[in-house]
């Protein structure tokens, strides 16, 4: 089962611009997490936001979480191509359950 | 990050065969173990979480005697994929933590039913 929505499916942008990847949930969420995947590999995680944050830095991550509209947002600022990758958001409420994902493609 | 590390990488087996694959938590203790099923460019869908000496907990629409989860330690859970057919063929994955913290995440497995 799915809980979250992304947006969008898919980005591509050129290397230096900014990516934001939008994230939405359905129930309350004791935190919102953030993932990256290469193609056919594990997943990395990225960033860990409670549900009493607004925002959380991390290196060129920016995340914010807006739980009155159960919203999350993260930011990579000057992007690079080693930053191709899928993304997701996973809400946690004890467990992990994923957004659908957004693929980003950073070109040269 | 603490490492989890999944075995086999990737498994060929043929319609019928079972296939075990492993999970282990090297360097912490895993209260909690997931089990996630991706198929292409699709997300990772749930399909159960197992505590450490207790009974996993399946989610809706995932066969409990097909997707066999034990997990016997703190630092190991194994899925055995019982009597394989070709459209068990997919990407498993598994990620461990301890609760409260981030899941850390295994590489994944490739299963291919022929």
């Known amino acids: 089962s799915q809980q979250g929505e992304e947006d969008p499916q898919a980005l591509s942008i050129q290397e230096g611009e900014n990516a934001t990847m939008n994230c939405s949930y359905k129930?309350?969420?004791?935190?919102l997490q953030w993932y990256r995947q290469n193609s056919g590999r594990g997943l990395v995680h990225l960033i860990l936001?409670?549900?009493?944050?607004r925002e959380k830095h991390s290196g060129r991550l920016r995340v914010t979480l807006d739980t009155s509209k159960k919203s999350s947002s993260l930011l990579i600022t000057a992007s690079r191509a080693a930053d191709t990758a899928s993304y997701f958001c996973?809400?946690?409420?004890?467990?992990?359950?994923f957004g659908q994902g957004t693929e980003l493609s950073v070109k040269p | 990050g603490a490492v989890v590390s999944q075995h086999p990488s990737w498994v060929i087996c043929k319609s019928g065969t079972s296939v075990k694959i492993e999970c282990r938590s090297l360097?912490?203790?895993?209260?909690?173990m997931f089990w996630y099923r991706q198929f292409p460019k699709q997300s990772l869908m749930l399909m159960a979480t197992?505590?450490?000496?207790?009974?996993?907990?399946?989610e809706q629409g995932v066969e409990k005697d097909k997707f066999l989860i034990n997990h016997a330690s703190l630092t190991l859970s194994t899925l055995t994929v019982t009597s394989a057919h070709p459209e068990d063929s997919s990407f498993y994955i598994c990620?461990?933590?301890?609760?409260?913290?981030?899941?850390?995440f295994g590489q994944g497995t490739r299963l291919t039913v022929v």
């Open positions: 990620s461990a933590r301890t609760e409260g913290t981030e899941a850390f």
């Open positions: 360097d912490f203790q895993a209260t909690t």
């Open positions: 936001i409670r549900s009493n944050e």
């Open positions: 996973a809400t946690d409420r004890g467990k992990l359950i």
């Open positions: 129930t309350s969420i004791n935190n």
């Open positions: 197992s505590n450490e000496g207790s009974k996993a907990t399946y």
